[in-house]
C-alpha cells in the first residue's frame, strides 16, 4: 500500500452550494501534502470528510487502505487531527488534556513525550488559555499526536501566529515527517507550502485546480520572473506602454503583505521568453522612469495561484 | 469513559461558575433563610370552637387577643363541629384549633352552687380541659401559644377562685389540685416543619436545578465553540460516552451538592430532618436528569456561551419562584397552581419536602417520581433531536 489517502470524485453540497465540487487526489505514505487555497476554497470541508466530520455526498474517500464509511473507527484509532480553531478543555492541565485523549485509543504516547517533542515540557501544568498563542498551536499539534498515528492532519496549523512562532511549528511538522508519519496541511501561505509540501494541491471555488511539487507547479507557469517597481511618481501612457510590450503590467498590488504599495507601485510578469529579463530591463532603463524601487524575483507559488485562478490568493 | 467523568468533575469543581451555581448561590440563600426568624413575622392561623360560650371561656379567648395584636396569630371562623375542625388541621388550613369543652369555667364552682355540673362534681376529678389541636407549625411557635392558652386558663381560675372564696370561702381548691394538665394538647397528622425547613428542602431542588441547567448548558455551548464537541468527534470515542460521563459526573455533583446544603441547613441553623436522607436519592437523580437534560436542549439553542447562561435563568428563575421553593404553589390564583404544579421542579420539591419532613419513604412518593420520570423521557427526547456538534 502506497497511498494513505485517496479521494476520488467528492462532492459536498450545502444547498445549492457545492463547496466540495468533485475532487480527487492521492496522498503518498510518508510525504507531506499540501492543500493550498483562499478561504472557501473547500479545503476544510474536504480535510472533514476525510476525518469523518462529515459524510460526502458524492465520491469514494479511503484513509490507510480503509473505507471512511465503513471502517471508521478503525481509521479515527490511527490518524491524528488538529482542527482548525480547536481549543482544549479551560480547566485541565495540558498534561491532564493529554491523559485524557490518550485515554480514548488503544495505543498512545506519555504525555510527557509529547509535551517534550513541542517544546511545551516545562508548561505540563499550565492550563491551555496561560499559553501564547504559538504555544497553544503546538500544543494543538501535540494532543493530534497522542495516538502515535501513521497520518496527521492539520488544518491551517500556522494561521495567526507570528513569523518566529511559524518558523517554529514548521520545524514541528518536518520532526513528525522524519518519524516516516504522513502529513497532510492546509495552508494559505505560499511560502509555507513551497518550504513544507512534497506534493501540492492547489484549490478554489471547490474544485482542485493542480497538483504536483511545487518546483514542477512554478516551472509550469508561462510568467518567469517578476518585476515589482515603484517610481516616484505615477508611469505616463508611453512609459506604460513601452514597460507593456515587454511583459504584462499590472497595476494592481497582489501581495496582501506588502504594506509599501502606493499609486505608482506596479508589477510587470515576464514570460518563458529567454530574452524577456533583458528587454524589460533595457525599457525601464529607456523609458526615463525614475525609480524609487526596483525588484526582480524567479516566478513563485503566488504567480502560480494567480495564473491558475485568475484570484489573487486573500487572507 | 471513567478517565473522561474524572476529568469532568476536575473541571466542575476548578470552574468558579460552576460552585458558585452549585454551592454559593444556594448556600447563601440557606444562611438568609436561616437567619431570619420567620415564626418572628407569620402569622398562624387559629380557629375557636367554643363549646362553652361563658364568661370563664371568653376571658381565656380574650387571652389569646395580646398575641393576635402582635399579628402571630390570625383567627379564623370557627368550624362546625370538632371534627371538621382536626380536618382543617390536619389539610393545613390551619395551624391551630382551641377546642373549649362545654364544661369550662363551670367546675370550678361545682362544690355546690350548680350541683347539675356533672358527673365530677365533688370528687378529685375535673372535667376535661380546653384543648389546643396543632398543626403543622414550628415547635417554637407551638411552645408560645400552648403557653398563652395556659395563661388564660390560669387566669379564669384564678378570677374564678376568687369570687368564689369572697362567697364561700373555700381556699381549699386551689391548694388540693396543682392543675398539671389545664391544657391539653393533640398533634394532628403532620409534625411540625418550620419554615425555613421548608425552604432548605425548596433549596437542595433549587440548587440541582439552576446548577445542571445553566452549568450544563454553559459548558456545551463552550466545548461547541471551541470546536471540542469536534475534537471528541475525530478520536475513537464513542459519542454516547461523552454524553454519559457528563452526565455521571453532573449527578454525582448534584448528591454531593444535596448532601452540603442539607447538612449546612441541619448543622448550622438546626434544621430538623425527620425522613432517611438516602430515600430522597431517586428525587435528587431524577431531577437532576430533567434539568440536564433542558441545559442541553438550551445548548442547542444558544449560540455562545453567555447566551446559554442567559436563557438557562430565563428558564430556572420563574420556575425557582413559581414551583413552591419560597411559596406554596397553592397560593397561586386561577389554575395557575395545576400549572406550577406540573413543572418538574414542583414534584421534585414535594418529594424531598415528604421524605424530609414527613419521614415519607422514597415509594411513598412514587407519583412525584414518576412524574419526574416522564419529565427525564420528554425532555431527553427533545434534547436528542434538537441537539447539534456543530
Not at chain 1, 57 to 79: C, E, M, P, S
Not at chain 2, 236 to 253: D, G, N, Y
Request: net charge negative.
Amino acid at each position: 500500500m502506497s497511498e494513505a489517502i485517496r479521494v476520488e470524485g467528492l462532492v459536498k453540497r450545502y444547498g445549492n452550494f457545492a463547496a466540495v465540487d468533485g475532487v480527487s487526489f492521492d496522498v503518498k505514505e510518508g510525504e507531506i501534502f499540501g492543500i493550498l487555497g483562499p478561504n472557501g476554497a473547500g479545503k476544510t470541508t474536504t480535510l472533514e470528510i476525510i476525518e469523518g466530520l462529515q459524510s460526502p455526498d458524492q465520491g469514494q474517500v479511503a484513509v490507510l487502505g480503509k473505507d471512511i464509511q465503513r471502517d471508521a473507527n478503525w481509521i479515527k484509532a490511527r490518524i491524528g487531527v488538529q482542527l482548525q480553531s480547536s481549543a482544549y478543555f479551560g480547566f485541565l492541565t495540558l498534561h491532564e488534556i493529554l491523559t485524557l485523549l490518550g485515554s480514548f485509543y488503544p495505543k498512545r504516547v506519555p504525555p510527557n513525550e509529547l509535551l517534550e517533542m513541542v517544546g511545551l515540557a516545562d508548561r505540563a501544568k499550565s492550563r491551555v488559555n496561560q499559553l501564547s498563542i504559538g504555544q497553544s498551536q503546538r500544543f494543538t499539534v501535540a494532543a493530534s499526536l497522542v495516538n502515535s498515528p501513521d497520518l496527521v492532519i492539520l488544518d491551517e496549523p500556522t494561521t495567526g501566529l507570528d513569523p518566529q512562532a511559524r518558523h517554529n511549528l514548521w520545524e514541528l511538522i518536518q520532526a513528525i515527517h522524519a518519524r516516516n508519519v504522513t502529513v497532510v496541511l492546509t495552508t494559505h501561505y505560499m511560502e509555507e507550502a513551497e518550504l513544507l509540501c512534497q506534493r501540492l494541491a492547489i484549490m478554489d471555488r471547490g474544485r482542485i485546480v493542480a497538483i504536483d511539487s511545487p518546483g514542477e507547479l512554478i516551472s509550469r507557469i508561462e510568467t518567469n520572473y517578476t518585476i515589482k517597481l515603484e517610481s516616484t511618481q505615477p508611469l505616463d501612457d508611453n512609459q506604460w506602454n513601452a514597460l507593456q510590450g515587454s511583459g504584462n503590467l499590472d497595476r494592481t498590488e497582489y501581495y496582501p503583505h506588502d504594506q509599501s504599495r502606493s499609486d505608482s507601485s506596479y508589477l510587470l510578469r515576464l514570460d518563458k521568453n529567454p530574452e524577456a529579463l533583458n528587454q524589460a530591463i533595457n525599457c525601464i532603463v529607456g523609458s526615463g522612469i525614475s525609480l524609487k524601487h526596483l525588484e526582480i524575483r524567479p516566478a513563485t507559488l503566488e504567480d502560480v495561484f494567480l495564473e491558475l485562478t485568475g484570484n489573487e490568493l486573500r487572507d | 469513559m471513567v478517565a473522561l467523568t474524572i476529568a469532568n468533575l476536575k473541571m466542575m469543581v476548578r470552574n468558579r461558575q460552576t460552585t458558585f451555581w452549585a454551592l454559593f448561590f444556594p448556600l447563601v440563600l440557606v444562611v438568609v433563610f436561616g437567619l431570619f426568624d420567620f415564626t418572628a413575622t407569620t402569622s398562624s392561623k387559629i380557629a375557636i370552637l367554643d363549646g362553652a360560650d361563658t364568661p370563664a371561656s371568653l376571658l381565656l379567648v380574650e387571652s389569646l387577643g395580646e398575641l393576635e395584636r402582635r399579628g402571630l396569630l390570625q383567627r379564623q371562623d370557627q368550624p362546625a363541629s370538632l371534627a371538621e375542625g382536626r380536618q382543617l388541621v390536619a389539610s393545613g388550613d390551619l395551624d391551630y384549633l382551641l377546642a373549649i369543652p362545654a364544661e369550662f369555667g363551670k367546675v370550678a364552682d361545682s362544690d355546690g352552687l350548680e350541683p347539675q355540673s356533672g358527673p365530677a362534681a365533688g370528687s378529685d376529678e375535673r372535667p376535661a380541659p380546653p384543648t389546643l389541636i396543632l398543626g403543622g407549625e414550628g415547635e417554637e411557635r407551638n411552645q408560645l401559644i400552648i403557653g398563652a392558652v395556659r395563661q388564660g386558663v390560669q387566669q379564669t381560675e384564678k378570677n374564678l377562685a376568687a369570687s368564689r372564696s369572697a362567697e364561700n370561702q373555700g381556699p381549699e381548691n386551689q391548694a388540693g389540685r396543682p392543675a398539671p394538665d389545664i391544657v391539653a394538647t393533640e398533634r394532628v397528622g403532620v409534625s411540625s416543619a418550620t419554615y425555613f425547613e421548608m425552604v432548605l428542602l425548596g433549596l437542595v431542588a433549587m440548587g440541582i436545578m439552576t446548577h445542571g441547567t445553566i452549568s450544563i448548558a454553559v459548558r456545551i455551548s463552550n466545548y461547541r465553540n471551541l470546536s471540542i464537541l469536534k475534537r471528541m468527534l475525530v478520536t475513537p470515542l464513542s459519542i454516547w460516552k461523552f454524553f454519559a460521563a457528563e452526565v455521571t459526573a453532573q449527578l454525582l455533583l448534584a448528591i454531593v451538592q444535596a448532601a452540603v446544603i442539607l447538612a449546612v441547613g441541619i448543622f448550622l441553623f438546626g434544621a430538623q430532618i425527620n425522613g432517611n436522607v438516602f430515600h430522597m436519592l431517586p428525587a435528587v437523580i431524577l431531577g437532576s436528569a430533567v434539568f440536564l437534560n433542558l441545559g442541553f436542549i438550551i445548548s442547542a439553542w444558544a449560540n455562545t456561551p453567555a447566551a446559554a447562561s442567559g436563557m438557562g435563568n430565563v428558564v430556572t428563575l420563574p420556575m425557582m419562584f413559581f414551583a413552591g421553593t419560597f411559596f406554596s404553589t397553592s397560593a397561586l390564583p386561577w389554575l395557575l397552581p395545576y400549572a406550577a404544579d406540573a413543572l418538574p421542579l414542583a414534584p421534585m420539591i414535594t418529594a424531598l419536602r415528604d421524605i424530609g419532613l414527613r419521614g415519607a419513604t422514597a415509594w411513598e412518593v412514587w407519583p412525584q417520581l414518576a412524574w419526574l420520570a416522564g419529565w427525564v423521557a420528554a425532555t431527553a427526547l427533545v434534547a436528542v433531536r434538537v441537539f447539534r456538534f456543530s
